[in-house]
């Protein structure tokens, strides 16, 4: 935190100092032009208006490492909003993981491999992520996971395991997404202008972020039970196809009031959101019951179903929590 006292200069000119350590990183000169701007809670931010800022680099070397930790760094360099990566020593690691590395990299929004030889690739994000708009990014992951979520219920209603491989495979555009919304929101934190040209505040930057996790993990839940049908569980007796298919009503109208809620800032959903949030949390316990006699390795599976829904219940409910409507300033 740095502190700096306001002096008086002539008749009412107010002026502070810049810090030094600042002005010698940036090359600051007298005669540059410098932006000021004023948040909502007031706020007064200085940027380097139209300086040129040196493309970021992050170099990550494969030596001596296994391909998760590989591409976690690859995941980390991407959402701290690095412009180049180069994944460098890839001689010292197998043929295989080195196709995974390179099959990676060309999976994340707006990167693109721009050179690679035998020992090295280079990827650059060549995406202007101020012509992007993250609501419509929210809009299209959100209609993904809902997709997602209620086709796995009706897969395991009616046993459909073809629309099960589509649940996995839709799972892995919503990460993309994800990880690109994180990058942006980020880097609009980072910066008041692309903040400006995103119409956001940093709150709203911040409830973005945790609206993508929510619903990101939502995905995740709707793999979870697509998992267990595919990996050999039985077909549901009648009895339990017409508890799940009132479960499914459910989250049909869930998924409409937490959206609905998000989008419109309207806290009066709250309330609807919570009635039938009970509602599911009613006939998951009944389940519970039902099935409680049954064989361990098909308990095990119905247990871990109603785990997912148990969690994406929860998350829908979060996802209302962030329906506060934004403070704006008042003149």
């Known amino acids: 935190m740095i502190y ?3 002096q008086e200069v002539g008749k009412g000119t107010l002026l502070v100092s810049l810090p030094k350590d600042w002005v010698k990183k940036y090359e600051v000169k007298k005669g540059d032009i410098l932006v000021l701007e004023v948040d909502q809670l007031g706020n007064l931010i ?3 208006g139209k300086k040129k800022v040196s493309q970021s680099l992050s170099i990550i070397d494969c030596k001596q490492k296994g391909l998760k930790t590989i591409l976690g760094e690859v995941v980390g360099a991407y959402l701290l909003g690095y412009d180049r990566i180069i994944v460098s020593n890839l001689l010292q690691i197998k043929s295989s993981d080195r196709e995974s590395v390179r099959s990676f990299l060309s999976k994340l929004a707006g990167l693109e491999i721009v050179d690679e030889d035998k020992d090295s690739i280079t990827a650059e994000f060549v995406t202007d992520i101020t012509l992007l708009n993250p609501n419509k990014i929210l809009g299209r992951m959100s209609l993904l996971t809902k997709t997602m979520f209620i086709d796995s219920i009706s897969s395991l209603i009616k046993f459909g395991m073809e629309t099960i491989e589509n649940v996995i495979k839709l799972d892995d555009e919503v990460d993309r997404l994800y990880f690109l919304v994180v990058r942006l929101m980020r880097s ?6 692309i903040m400006r040209k995103f119409n956001l505040s940093a709150i709203e930057c911040l409830d973005h972020r945790l609206y993508a996790s929510l619903i990101e993990s939502i995905g995740d839940y709707a793999c979870i039970i697509a998992a267990n049908i595919k990996n050999g569980m039985h077909p549901l007796d009648d009895r339990l196809v017409e508890e799940f298919a009132e479960i499914k009503n459910f989250f049909e109208s869930m998924f409409e009031i937490a959206y609905r809620a998000y989008q419109t800032k309207d806290t009066t959903l ?7 949030s009970d509602d599911v949390e009613r006939k998951v316990d009944l389940i519970r019951t039902l099935v409680i006699s049954r064989p361990l390795n098909e308990l095990s599976k119905i247990f871990s179903i109603l785990s997912a829904i148990n969690f994406t219940r929860k998350a829908l409910v979060d996802i209302t929590d962030l329906t506060t409507p934004s403070t704006k300033t008042i003149a």
């Open 4 to 6: 700096r006292k306001v």
């Open 46 to 48: 200085l940027s380097l």
């Open 188 to 193: 609009a934190i980072q910066s008041p202008e």
């Open 270 to 276: 709250k309330e609807n959101i919570l009635t039938v």
